[in-house]
Antibody, heavy 120, light 107 residues
Framework: QVQLQESGPGLVKPSETLSLTCTVS????????WSWIRQPPGKGLEWIGY???????NYNPSLQSRVTISVDTSKNQFFLILSSVTAADTAMYFC??????????????WGKGTTVTVSS | DIQMTQSPSSLSASVGDRVTITCRAS??????LNWYQQKPGKAPNLLIY???SLQSGVPSRFSGSGSGTDFTLIISCLQPEDFATYYC?????????FGGGTKVEIK
C-alpha cells in the first residue's frame, strides 16, 4: 500500500527557512490532495496546508505568510517550505494523504514524521 | 476558523471498560468529522471518518456518532493497545482543525 516518508534537516537556525520533502511510494501522487501537519512537543496537531497534483494549494491562515507547499509529480514528491522560523516552529512534522469517500475527506495515510528543532 | 473542543482532556480507565470521548464544533459541520488515535512517538491513525464510518482495518469496538456540532467516540471494551491519545478533526472547511486531544490512561 502507499507509503509516505518525510525527509529534511533536523535542525534549522532561527530566521532561516525550513524545507522538507515527502516522498510517496507504492502509489501515485495523482488524484489525491497531500497535507502537512505538525505537532509541537507535548502538544496537539496543527494542519499546515495541502496541495493537489496540479499544484493548487490551501494554507492555514496562521502560517500563510510564511508557508509554501508544492508538488513534483514526476518524482512522486511534495514539499514544505516555511520561512523565517522561530523556536515556536519546533515540532514533529508529518506528511499525509487526504483520502476521500464521496464528499468526505480524511487523512488516511501518514508518514512517520520528522523532528525539526529551531535553534542556533 | 472552526474550533474543536474535546472532553475530557484525559481519563483513566481499565481494560474492559466502555470509554466515551466527546467533541464539540464551534459551528455546525454536518458529519464532516474524523477521529484519530495517536500513540507516543507515532503518527496519528485514522479510526473513524464521516462521523460514524469505521476505517478499514479498525476494530469494531470503536464507533462514532453525532452530527452538527456534537460528536462522540466510543470504545466499547477497552483493550491494552487502546491506551493512547485520541483527536477529532473537522473536514467541513479549511483551515482543517483538530481538537485538543483526549489521553486515555491505564487506571
Amino acid at each position: 500500500q502507499v507509503q509516505l516518508q518525510e525527509s529534511g534537516p533536523g535542525l534549522v537556525k532561527p530566521s532561516e527557512t525550513l524545507s522538507l520533502t515527502c516522498t510517496v511510494s507504492s502509489g501515485s501522487i495523482s488524484s489525491y490532495y497531500w497535507s502537512w501537519i505538525r505537532q509541537p512537543p507535548g502538544k496537539g496537531l496543527e494542519w499546515i496546508g495541502y496541495v493537489d497534483n496540479s499544484g493548487t494549494t490551501n494554507y492555514n491562515p496562521s502560517l500563510q505568510s510564511r508557508v509554501t507547499i508544492s508538488v513534483d509529480t514526476s518524482k512522486n514528491q511534495f514539499f514544505l517550505i516555511l520561512s523565517s522560523v522561530t523556536a515556536a516552529d519546533t515540532a514533529m512534522y508529518f506528511c499525509a494523504r487526504r483520502g476521500y469517500k464521496s464528499y468526505y475527506y480524511y487523512m488516511d495515510v501518514w508518514g512517520k514524521g520528522t523532528t525539526v528543532t529551531v535553534s542556533s | 476558523d472552526i474550533q474543536m473542543t474535546q472532553s475530557p482532556s484525559s481519563l483513566s480507565a481499565s481494560v474492559g471498560d466502555r470509554v466515551t470521548i466527546t467533541c464539540r464544533a464551534s459551528q455546525s459541520i454536518s458529519s464532516y468529522l474524523n477521529w484519530y488515535q495517536q500513540k507516543p512517538g507515532k503518527a496519528p491513525n485514522l479510526l473513524i471518518y464521516a462521523a460514524s464510518s469505521l476505517q478499514s482495518g479498525v476494530p469494531s469496538r470503536f464507533s462514532g456518532s453525532g452530527s452538527g456540532t456534537d460528536f462522540t467516540l466510543i470504545i466499547s471494551c477497552l483493550q491494552p493497545e487502546d491506551f493512547a491519545t485520541y483527536y477529532c478533526q473537522q473536514s467541513y472547511s479549511p483551515p482543517l482543525t483538530f481538537g485538543g486531544g483526549t489521553k486515555v490512561e491505564i487506571k
